[in-house]
């Protein structure tokens, strides 16, 4: 059984390409990763967005802890972006990823990358990190 969230759907789905990064915050298991991975991800492909063009790393998953790097997780975005139609990325757990809002920052200067992020520990809720994105999600 699938729960659906359309307020939370409807929010996420009124801010894509406003040029920022769009975070959802919220203790563990709450129900971030299912809402952009799952709700989310079926939401884009809806509405004709093609499936490779959503690009998806959950960043607590063992298999992609190379990702955290963010060499390598840059190295990998720009290999996917193969046209300049718009992409989603979507980065689970982002607060894994090694100097993480620099790489989001970089992330922004993509014209055609909208970008989603969850996050739930205190260094990614911290108001340094706030400060950052202050006016950028």
């Given at each position: 059984?699938?729960?659906?969230?359309?307020?939370?759907?409807?929010e996420?789905?009124?801010?894509?390409h406003n040029?920022?990064?769009k975070?959802?915050t919220?203790?563990?298991?709450?129900?971030?990763?299912?809402?952009?991975?799952?709700?989310?991800?079926?939401?884009?492909?809806?509405?004709?967005?093609?499936?490779d063009?959503i690009?998806?790393?959950?960043?607590?998953?063992?298999?992609n802890?190379p990702m955290?790097?963010?060499?390598?997780?840059l190295?990998?975005?720009k290999?996917?972006?193969?046209d300049?139609l718009q992409y989603y990325?979507?980065?689970?757990?982002?607060?894994?990823l090694?100097?993480?809002?620099?790489?989001?920052?970089?992330?922004?200067?993509i014209?055609n990358l909208?970008?989603?992020?969850?996050?739930?520990?205190?260094r990614?809720?911290?108001?340094d990190?706030i400060?950052?994105?202050r006016?950028?999600?």
């Open positions: 059984m699938q729960i659906e969230r359309p307020g939370y759907i409807n996420l789905s009124i801010r894509k040029g920022m990064i975070v959802v919220g203790i563990r298991r709450c129900g971030k990763s299912y809402l952009l991975l799952k709700l989310f991800h079926n939401e884009l492909l809806k509405s004709g967005v093609k499936d063009h690009l998806e790393i959950a960043l607590d998953d063992f298999d802890i955290r790097k963010p060499e390598a997780l190295s990998w975005l290999s996917q972006l193969t300049s990325l979507i980065l689970d757990e982002v607060q894994l090694d100097h993480f809002v620099d790489v989001l920052n970089s992330c922004l200067h014209d909208d970008v989603y992020v969850t996050g739930s520990n205190s990614f809720l911290s108001t990190v400060t950052e994105f006016g950028r999600g």
